[in-house]
């Protein structure tokens, strides 16, 4: 059912009486408590009902704790929907009319542990005598049925509500997470002796969206865009992405239009990926490691076992939905995206200069489409000449200026090839590899999706592969490597210096690049695990931060100046403990 046909249905329920007990049913974080609560605000003006009450079953364990909080969590209809308090619970209890009631609330909210009621005995026991009697013509909202305590069986609960309906002349909505029960839960066994109807909610997309996010503002018009893709009509995790897109929202806004589509795209695809439970395709490691990649040849066709297979199987199932959501690769966007959700919060320290140098990021994004867009038209477009397609890649190879993978490159060789011009094809791959071997975009062969089949493509990598393995200076790895993803080779080469190597080029680094630097270095060693203590990572994290601590301690001025950093202590004591444990053993 859409939400206007639910919402109808849980009109005519509340305001009508059409049932006695009906179930409202549906997937896990759908928003049926929110609907139903939108529903009752709404028309609480036209109950027949006297009173209202909203029970929640997690953490009840017994049927008389049930009864209790019918009893205390019970409104006035008009009052329907509000949440409950120490006074509204009051007025419940001075319906008892026990002369001294007023004596016995003041000991009970404030003045003893456990009030006495005169004539009754303590509180609890007046739920099993005397509250639970004065339960009648009430509209009651049972919700959370799957989290109920242990002790507290569906039987009972089922049983209950039979009695409220046939003795009280009660009127009984039971909200139910759809799949969350086992086959053999005694609910299945009871429930059609004791409801008129289900009612099962499921919005549509366009429904779901229409609930969390606003339908004018830009920013949220085109995230809605994105969770539309992802098929996410799950409004409590819809919220999560509302919150953490709010998070970074401030960061964002205002800068390039790249950096805009970027992170509404990263943010829906991190809280699927983390959230969505066992149906999603995709993890939110999947996310951290992915790199991307468009090739005219498919993946090697080899002989596998059926595990391999599966295995096969399900690593080109994500490949296919990162293209089809297009996602392109895990950069230093992602990964602060990523950490964003992992943390709960957003880290300005880190997140302000990496926004700051997202430009480069997005400049490579706009050179990669002129890439791709080529192979676009090869494999869409019949009615280019030959010519013109091969001018189209020449121009895309030279124009996209390296931004593209050498087994992409490859592709574009096979082609020139195939056409007999193998020699223009040649020229065409020197061109893109001296503008590599200048841009030393490429750090690890890990980073590469496949290797490319070409021999003479092949032998440029080779020779690329060699010249980048050269002794670089921390200078020279952190000026080319920040603002992408730190990675392979170069993150080897950092951890390879000391402490006292990282407190000489801090030392030195001016103005204004120390705090962006310092900070993406240090900020490494949130990208593994607090155990993880072999991971170059963590490596250069621990000497990174053991020159920032000897800078932070020359004096009390540099300590002012260096605290931003001192968050990291405990991370760093952390993993030093742990480092010690090893050498120990």
Known sequence: MSIVQVEKALTDFAVHKT??????????????????????????????????????????????????????NSVPTEK???????????????????????TGLRKMFGYGKEAKIPFVGSFGGVIDSIQYAMVKDTIICIDD????????????????ISNLIESKDCSVILILNEGSLQKDDEFFTFSEKVFDYEVRYAPTLDEAASVVFSTTDLYEKKIVENVKKLEMNNIRLLRKVRYFANLIKPFVDGKFDEILDESTKLIPLAIYAKYSGAEKVVSIEDLEKYKGGLSLFPPDKKELTVEQKAIEDKKIAKVNFFREYGYD??????????????NGYADSNSLVPLIDSITAV??????????????????????????????????????SGGAANPYEIDGVLEIFTAAGLEERGRSIVDEYFKVLFESRSLTNRNEMYRLPKNPYIAEKLEQYFGDVRKA?????????????QFSGEALES??????????????????????????????????TELADIQSHYAVVFLKVFEALKRMHDESPLMALRMNKFMDYQPMYDHKINLVRQVDES
């Open 145 to 160: 049925f799957e989290r109920r305590g242990i002790a507290l069986s569906a039987r009972d609960v089922l049983g209950l």
């Open 329 to 342: 690769e895990a950069d230093n966007f992602t990964m602060e995206i990523i950490k964003l959700v992992k």
């Open 19 to 72: 049932g006695s007990a009906i179930v409202l049913k549906g997937e896990w974080g759908t928003g049926k408590t929110h609907l139903w609560n939108k529903v009752i605000k709404k028309h609480r003006g036209s109950f027949d009902r006297k009173t209202y009450s909203y029970v929640s079953l997690f953490g009840l364990n017994s049927l008389p704790d049930l009864k209790r909080s019918i009893f205390e």
């Open 362 to 399: 997005s400049e490579k994004s706009k050179r990669r489409k002129i890439f791709t867009d080529a192979w676009f038209v090869f494999h869409n477009d019949m009615s280019i000449t030959d010519a013109d397609l091969l001018d189209l890649f020449e121009k895309a190879v030279i124009e």
């Open 80 to 102: 329907a929907g509000s949440v409950t308090t120490k006074e509204s619970v009051f007025e419940n209890l001075k319906k008892l009319e026990f002369s001294d009631a007023t």
């Open 494 to 527: 950092l951890s390879a210096f000391t402490a006292d190597q990282f407190y000489t080029y801090f030392k030195l680094l001016g103005s204004p690049k120390f705090k962006s630097y310092a900070q993406s270095l240090v900020d490494l060693g949130s990208r």
């Open 472 to 484: 670089w200076s921390i200078d020279e790895l952190v000026d080319n490597y920040l603002g992408k």
